[in-house]
């Protein structure tokens, strides 16, 4: 149902090499870009994600209780993003491990505050 999400911006190029090496991870690659946003996917029928400076010219800022899950295949993969992430500069948000029966997940805040989290159904 998801077929893309955005995330503000107030320094793209910074965003933009924080995402080609943790994207790039799990086979996701440029896909579209301008002089406001850069656009990453893995396949043009698959869910995209994109780091965008606001349309309204305001300073991007972080949605309190949003958060963007990026789905892996197993806990291993869950874990080796989770690493890359804070490796990149990410803030810790929850380090990989079970949440809970038959759910496994890491959580971070990107370069710009942004949460998010790699996941698997385990």
Not at 24 to 42: S, Y
Not at 54 to 82: F, I, Q, W
Not at 96 to 105: I, K, L, S
């Amino acid at each position: 149902m998801i077929g893309y999400v955005t995330l503000g911006t107030n320094d793209l190029e910074k965003a933009a090499a924080f995402y080609d090496a943790l994207l790039g991870e799990i086979g996701a690659k440029r896909i579209m870009q301008g002089d406001t946003f850069i656009a990453w996917g893995a396949a043009p029928d698959k869910p995209g994600l994109g780091v965008i400076k606001p349309h309204d010219g305001k300073d991007a800022c972080v949605g309190n209780g949003t958060m963007v899950a990026l789905a892996c295949d197993a806990p291993e993969s869950v874990d080796r993003l989770y690493k890359k992430a804070m490796d990149l500069g990410a803030a810790d948000e929850g380090a990989a491990g079970p949440r809970g029966d038959g759910f496994y997940a890491g959580y971070f805040r990107d370069l710009d505050g942004n949460k998010l989290n790699f996941y698997c159904l385990t």
